[in-house]
């Protein structure tokens, strides 16, 4: 089995491993770097668990080839805490329910984030539409959505 040498950027840490030619980008960070939060509901792109940025664009990390990170900047729901301090909106999925299982909140948080990061007051439609991607058994989408917007309120508050 060929392996490749894979440089890249993790959540802000420079990071180095080997990875098999044909190994997701998902199992490389669960297995390789031991980053779990990312979740494998599907396998094929379809439930959004398993959500990164990559260069600051949204990606299912189990589509993506490991050796395809070379050079990347990646960011995993690890990486949008600072520390100890949650990012608000992992802060209003707790408070708002916004989550059960857990399998699909990694997903729903780097997806919100992402769009946050674009649009910092996102109607309700944009939020629906820019976590299209992902899929939740558990709690239905409306406290999802709810937890999103008083997210996008709180980082607006911050802003000014």
């Not at 408070?95 to 769009?115: D, H, M, R």
């Amino acid at each position: 089995m060929n392996r490749t040498h894979v440089n890249c950027t993790v959540n802000g840490d420079d990071v180095d491993f080997l990875a098999a030619d044909g190994i997701s980008l998902l199992d490389a960070l669960r297995d390789e770097l031991g980053l779990t939060g990312s979740k494998e509901g599907c396998g094929t792109g379809d439930c959004g668990a398993c959500s990164i940025l990559i260069d600051g664009k949204l990606n299912c990390s189990c589509l993506v080839l490991a050796p395809e990170a070379e050079g990347a900047e990646i960011v995993t729901v690890e990486g949008i805490a600072d520390g100890d301090h949650l990012h608000p909106l992992q802060q209003t999925f707790l408070e708002g329910a916004a989550l059960q299982c857990g399998i699909c909140t990694p997903g729903f948080l780097v997806a919100a984030k992402a769009l946050l990061d674009t649009n910092p007051d996102p109607t309700e439609t944009e939020i629906r539409y820019a976590l299209a991607g992902n899929l939740c058994r558990c709690t239905g989408y409306d406290k999802i959505i709810r937890s999103v917007q008083e997210a996008a309120v709180q980082l607006r508050e911050v802003a000014k």
